[in-house]
């Protein structure tokens, strides 16, 4: 890591003490947060070579210059890093200060070194991070913008169906089939599953007798009926897809180290703003973070005011499948004869039957009824009432990140 490369393996074990007080690695991190310094291709050898130096220092100071690693430390031509910009010391405490940063209130357990955060409208040009703090640790959002999400129409085409021909003809022994009180009925019925062709089957003779006189005076033919099918679901055009997700903020969070200590030992030596800078949109804030989205800030800390990102979110708006009720309003006509002979020649009554009503007509008294036949006029299948079609499912955030800051 050129000429600020740790000089012995007795500093190897700084290195990640050194990352963790940068805030950059700590227990339950993401990737996002891991630097490795002691990778040649680092993007970060400037903060790392700070990072180093730092703990370097700090060890030999307390071991010693003879300590091993520790030989040339302050060597000349390694000069010191430079003061960072913004820097918020203690000078004017009366005690004696290093940090060539700020020093802040330190963190409480379970929440990561301080760093600087910005946030603003998506639309704004957000600031670069800081010298000072120039690694871009963490971005999120929040305030989610999610239009409502409209599901296409749905319909159903018609049902099959089909015309079943009624079976049990009958004959009455009076002029108006069971309308006269006492009428008795003989039965010219066709086979069971019949399908409508001529069929001798139930044939009543020429001049059967029954308590009225002839059997065959009158001739009910009952109502063809509609056997519909399920009715197929379809949707008047393809669903469109979900709006984009938006957010009404954008959040930065940048990270890095300050040099020195600070007199207060309670105190952290963190990176500073800008001189001058002032709380988001313009600038940013000192803030601790804790993984997911805690409720409040520490009530023992300075660090109370609140802030939640999020990393993405998930988005489960759909549709639910269309569906189809049962059908109704169909209907079905048929064309059915009755003959006399044996072979549905000798035609006796023939009509048009509506599977709306049972046909009831007139034949010569003590005529034979000797055979039947019928075929489907037309079938009107019936509509389905549609269903489905509504919009389901929601937007919601996901991969919490709290942020507690110091008051501006």
Same mark, same amino acid.
């Given at each position: 890591?050129?000429?600020?490369?740790?000089?012995?393996?007795?500093?190897?074990?700084?290195?990640?003490?050194?990352?963790?007080?940068?805030?950059?690695?700590?227990?339950?991190?993401?990737?996002?947060?891991?630097?490795?310094?002691?990778?040649?291709?680092?993007?970060?050898?400037?903060?790392?070579?700070?990072?180093?130096?730092?703990?370097?220092?700090?060890?030999?100071?307390?071991?010693?210059?003879?300590a091993e690693g520790c030989e040339d430390a302050g060597a000349?031509?390694?000069?010191?890093?430079?003061?960072?910009?913004?820097?918020?010391?203690?000078?004017?405490?009366?005690?004696?200060?290093?940090?060539?940063?700020?020093?802040?209130?330190?963190?409480?357990?379970?929440?990561?070194?301080?760093?600087?955060?910005?946030?603003?409208?998506?639309?704004?040009?957000?600031?670069? !991070?800081?010298?000072?703090?120039?690694?871009?640790?963490?971005?999120?959002?929040?305030?989610?913008?999610?239009?409502?999400?409209?599901?296409?129409?749905?319909?159903?085409?018609?049902?099959?169906a089909t015309c079943e021909l009624p079976e049990a003809w009958?004959?009455?022994?009076?002029?108006?089939?069971?309308?006269?009180?006492?009428?008795?009925?003989?039965?010219?019925?066709?086979?069971?599953?019949?399908?409508?062709? !001529?069929?001798?089957?139930?044939?009543?003779?020429?001049?059967?007798?029954?308590?009225?006189?002839?059997?065959?005076?009158?001739?009910?033919?009952?109502?063809?009926?509609?056997?519909?099918?399920?009715?197929?679901?379809?949707?008047?055009?393809?669903?469109?897809?979900?709006?984009?997700?938006?957010?009404?903020?954008?959040?930065?969070?940048?990270?890095?180290?300050?040099?020195?200590?600070?007199?207060?030992?309670?105190?952290?030596?963190?990176?500073?703003?800008?001189?001058?800078?002032?709380?988001?949109?313009?600038?940013?804030?000192?803030?601790?973070?804790?993984?997911?989205?805690?409720?409040?800030?520490?009530?023992?800390?300075?660090?109370?005011?609140?802030?939640?990102?999020?990393?993405?979110?998930?988005?489960?708006?759909?549709?639910?499948? !269309?569906?189809?009720?049962?059908?109704?309003?169909?209907?079905?006509?048929?064309?059915?004869?009755?003959?006399?002979?044996?072979?549905?020649?000798?035609?006796?009554?023939?009509?048009?039957?509506?599977?709306?009503?049972?046909?009831?007509?007139?034949?010569?008294?003590?005529?034979?009824?000797?055979?039947?036949?019928?075929?489907?006029?037309?079938?009107?299948?019936?509509?389905?009432?549609?269903?489905?079609?509504?919009?389901?499912?929601?937007?919601?955030?996901?991969?919490?990140?709290?942020?507690?800051?110091?008051?501006?």
């Amino acid at each position: 890591m050129s000429r600020r490369a740790l000089r012995s393996k007795a500093l190897l074990g700084s290195l990640a003490s050194a990352l963790a007080a940068a805030g950059v690695a700590a227990g339950g991190c993401t990737e996002r947060f891991i630097i490795v310094c002691d990778d040649p291709r680092t993007p970060h050898e400037e903060l790392c070579s700070t990072l180093i130096d730092k703990y370097r220092a700090e060890r030999c100071e307390e071991a010693g210059p003879g300590a091993e690693g520790c030989e040339d430390a302050g060597a000349p031509g390694e000069p010191d890093p430079p003061d960072q910009p913004g820097a918020r010391g203690d000078e004017g405490s009366g005690n004696a200060s290093s940090c060539r940063g700020q020093c802040v209130p330190g963190r409480p357990l379970g929440w990561f070194e301080p760093l600087l955060l910005w946030f603003g409208s998506p639309g704004e040009a957000a600031p670069e !991070c800081p010298p000072q703090a120039p690694v871009l640790g963490y971005e999120g959002h929040r305030d989610l913008l999610v239009e409502p999400h409209q599901c296409a129409a749905c319909g159903c085409d018609p049902p099959d169906a089909t015309c079943e021909l009624p079976e049990a003809w009958g004959a009455y022994d009076t002029r108006a089939c069971d309308a006269a009180p006492g009428a008795e009925r003989t039965s010219f019925a066709a086979p069971e599953g019949w399908d409508g062709a !001529c069929t001798a089957e139930s044939a009543i003779a020429a001049g059967e007798a029954c308590a009225g006189g002839p059997c065959a005076q009158s001739l009910e033919i009952p109502a063809p009926r509609v056997v519909a099918g399920t009715c197929s679901p379809r949707r008047a055009e393809a669903p469109p897809a979900p709006p984009d997700v938006a957010w009404a903020t954008y959040a930065r969070a940048c990270v890095g180290t300050a040099i020195g200590r600070c007199a207060d030992p309670g105190a952290a030596c963190a990176p500073a703003p800008l001189e001058g800078n002032t709380a988001p949109p313009g600038g940013f804030l000192t803030c601790i973070i804790h993984h997911g989205e805690v409720e409040e800030c520490p009530s023992f800390s300075p660090y109370s005011e609140r802030h939640v990102f999020y990393e993405d979110a998930e988005d489960t708006r759909a549709c639910t499948d !269309c569906t189809c009720g049962d059908a109704t309003g169909g209907e079905c006509s048929i064309l059915a004869s009755a003959y006399s002979d044996g072979r549905c020649s000798q035609v006796v009554v023939s009509a048009r039957v509506s599977s709306e009503a049972t046909f009831c007509g007139a034949v010569p008294r003590g005529t034979a009824l000797g055979s039947k036949s019928a075929s489907v006029v037309e079938i009107a299948p019936g509509t389905c009432a549609p269903g489905g079609g509504e919009p389901t499912g929601g937007v919601a955030p996901r991969t919490a990140m709290t942020f507690c800051c110091l008051a501006e």
